[in-house]
């Protein structure tokens, strides 16, 4: 069936460290995936996403990495500062970008300080 | 750069009542959705709407639900007769191609009393 889960409902982080946010899907027809970022009272806000075909993208102190066989993706935030602090949230898109996202259930991100 | 917007950001109705929210979209976009997040709980896809018809629709997008692009810079939802349940965030979004990913807008809470 269609389903994106997280392994980990919070987190918390200290100031300057990587964090690293888990996300498992269930439906092997996904062939996009992104991460969005919401801060309290926001909408989502577009981080990274890569599509089936990687299974590594990076951008600027965020990396993803898919994996397929296991179906397990995870963002790496480096060196991770305060404004970090949000839900993530992994999705998934089959066919194509165009088509419904589904969300999982989000993993709230706290930075200690 | 660029973004989604919605009007209003709050809206308190009573049950029963109609209700439009709106969205502008990003000017070159061709694909709109709205999604909804019920408080604490995960974003859900609602409907997708594509040259000028409903692509896509979810179980909760019922009879009640009504989508339309009436000029060319607005994409509204409207709930004819609001129930309790409907209370949530709602938020739009949109993208320019297939290949693009989704923005959100920053969303419209709606509390039906």
């Known amino acids: 069936g269609e389903s994106v889960g997280l392994h980990l409902p919070t987190l918390s982080v200290q100031e300057g460290d990587n964090s690293i946010i888990n996300c498992a899907y269930s439906n092997s027809a996904s062939d996009y995936f992104i991460w969005y970022k919401q801060e309290s009272g926001k909408g989502p806000q577009f981080i990274i996403d890569i599509r089936s075909n990687m299974d590594k993208r990076q951008g600027q102190r965020v990396t993803v990495l898919l994996n397929k066989t296991v179906k397990h993706l995870s963002l790496q935030i480096a060196a991770t500062q305060p404004g970090d602090s949000a839900v993530y949230f992994c999705a998934e898109n089959i066919h194509s970008s165009a088509s419904k996202i589904i969300f999982g259930s989000g993993t709230r991100l706290s930075i200690r300080p | 750069e660029p973004e989604v917007t919605q009007t209003p950001s709050h809206q308190v109705t009573q049950m029963g009542q109609e209700v439009i929210l709106r969205c502008v979209p990003i000017s070159n976009h061709l694909y709109f959705y709205w999604y909804r997040q019920i408080l604490g709980q995960k974003v859900e896809f609602l409907v997708s709407?594509?040259?000028?018809?409903?692509?896509?629709k979810s179980e909760i997008f019922d009879d009640q639900f009504s989508v339309e692009r009436p000029d060319g810079s607005n994409f509204t939802l409207k709930i004819r007769s609001t129930k309790l349940e409907d209370s949530a965030m709602y938020f739009c979004?949109?993208?320019?191609?297939?290949?693009?990913?989704?923005?959100f807008g920053p969303g419209t809470r709606l509390l039906v009393l």
């Open positions: 979004a949109s993208t320019g191609t297939e290949q693009e990913t989704q923005y």
């Open positions: 709407f594509y040259n000028n018809e409903i692509s896509e």
